[in-house]
């Protein structure tokens, strides 16, 4: 069955960086775009980033727009998210998902792993 | 951005009462929705795609209707594991943009 498992996060000062990544079993990771989508705290969701089957496309929410990047190392079978310049408004659990689109453009989540919670704090 | 509404921000039911949730777009989305379910400390769970499609394995009380700018989600009998918060995303165009979420809580 279809398993994402994320991890890297943490607690981080403000201005600093933190890696994320998503490791995905039970389907073929490199046919298939995959999304960050984030929760503050008792909040709710927030899509972040995209990026497509072959790593060509990406696309990210204004708010991390220039200081996130989204990556993937399909030889891995692992997604990223490289975070910089984080910000308080920034903590949240993270997630990762799968899209269901089929080596085509990503148009709609239907998997999501379990969530690595960042804290950006002083 | 598309900004997507939800109605009601949270309400009261209890079992076997039929609820009704509304997705408004701030522009049209095509039929470019979907309806997530999550309970706490849970990751979101797809119940609704294409605005009415049901999703393989989710039971058949759940469906949803709409199309453009106006959307529903509807439980026809709650059952007490539906208990839990309603988001609806949209796909039409980037940036994907949730609602507010919807939480249904026990009367």
Partial sequence: ??????????????????????AASGFS????????VRQAPGKGLEWVAVISYDGINKNYADSVKGRFT??????????YLQMNSLRA???????????????????????WGQGTLVTVSS | A??????????SASVGDRVTIT????????????????????????LIY??????????????????????TLTISSLQPEDFATYYCLQD????????QGTKVEIK
């Fill in chain 2, 23 to 46: 997705c408004r777009a701030s522009q049209g989305v095509r039929n470019d929705l979907g309806w997530y379910q999550q309970k706490p400390g849970k990751a979101p769970k797809l």
């Fill in chain 2, 92 to 99: 039409y165009n980037y940036p994907w943009t949730f609602g």
């Fill in chain 2, 2 to 11: 598309i900004q997507m509404t939800q109605s009601p921000s949270s309400l």
């Fill in chain 2, 50 to 71: 294409a605005a009415s499609s049901l999703q393989s394995g989710v039971p058949s009380r759940f469906s949803g209707s709409g199309s453009g700018t106006d959307f």
């Fill in chain 1, 70 to 79: 989204i990556s993937r190392d399909n030889s891995k079978n692992t997604l």
């Fill in chain 1, 29 to 36: 990771f490199s046919s298939y775009g995959i999304h960050w």
């Fill in chain 1, 1 to 22: 069955q279809v398993q994402l498992v994320e991890s890297g996060g943490g607690v981080v000062q403000p201005g600093r960086s933190l890696r994320l990544s998503c």
């Fill in chain 1, 89 to 111: 408004e920034d903590t949240a659990v993270y997630f990762c998902a799968k899209d269901y689109a089929y080596q085509l453009l990503p148009n709609l989540i239907d998997y």
